[in-house]
């Protein structure tokens, strides 16, 4: 079975900041990694994958992953944030089978003007 | 838009009442999924239903009922629910069950239990 964590509940940062928010997991099988992220009153949207290939994964809005397997993590960065950005970020782990999926207990990203 | 659609957004019910969620899917999946987001707490896989088949169900106590009458359509129904039910409720689907597919959300239905 994998676990996620997310290691800060909230994080606060001025707009136009560089913003990385952490994700570490536990599995004892190779796994596929997301991001998912849930605006206020909407449901989750999925900001970028990681199956296979290159470490460092684009997304949308400007987001960027990087998979660190010696680490177990997969931290989402973004190096200028808007207003916009103000959402909970959810890290999520499924197995290579596909047979679990978990997800991370989110972070919740304010952006200050 | 990601084209999944769960009504209604807001729903408040009492203990006693009976009550239907309803999500669809325009997207031509073939698995469907129900979740639970409360406060404070990971999101919870209730139910998984591919081809119609329901595949998984975690422990979900037998006052939540889920129903999947095609590929497109999903229904969760409630009865007798206790307070702690409050939460999100979304709905998900992918092209199927296998490893890399992507799951795409609904808004999710706003569960209030009075």
């Known amino acids: 079975a994998q676990s996620v964590t997310q290691l800060d509940s909230q994080v606060p940062v001025f707009e136009e900041a560089p913003v990385e928010l952490r994700c570490n997991y536990s599995?004892?099988?190779?796994?596929?990694l997301f991001w998912y992220v849930q605006y206020p009153n909407q449901g989750l949207q999925l900001l970028l994958k990681?199956?296979?290939?290159?470490?460092l994964v684009k997304g949308i809005n400007g987001f960027e992953a990087e998979f660190n397997k010696s680490q177990t993590s997969f931290h989402l960065r973004k190096p200028s944030v808007h207003i916009s950005d103000t959402a909970e970020y959810f890290c999520?782990?499924?197995?290579?089978?596909?047979?679990?999926?978990?997800f991370g207990p989110g972070t919740r990203l304010s952006v200050l003007p | 838009e990601t084209g999944v659609t769960q009504t209604p957004r807001h729903l408040v019910m009492g203990m006693t009442n009976k009550k239907s969620l309803k999500c669809e899917q325009h997207?031509?999946?073939?698995?469907m999924y129900w979740y639970k987001q409360s406060a404070k707490k990971p999101l919870e896989l209730m139910f998984v239903?591919?081809?119609?088949?329901?595949?998984e169900n975690n422990s979900v106590p037998s006052r939540f009922s889920p129903e999947c009458p095609n590929s497109s359509h999903l229904f969760l129904h409630l009865h007798t629910l206790q307070p702690e039910d409050s939460a999100l409720y979304l709905c998900?689907?992918?092209?199927?069950?296998?490893?890399?597919?992507?799951?795409?959300f609904g808004a999710g239905t706003r569960l209030s239990v009075l």
């Open positions: 998900a689907s992918s092209q199927d069950t296998g490893r890399a597919n992507i799951q795409y």
């Open positions: 599995s004892s099988v190779s796994v596929y």
């Open positions: 990681y199956l296979s290939g290159s470490t």
């Open positions: 999520a782990v499924k197995s290579w089978d596909g047979q679990n999926f978990v």
């Open positions: 997207l031509g999946h073939n698995a």
């Open positions: 239903y591919s081809l119609e088949e329901r595949v």
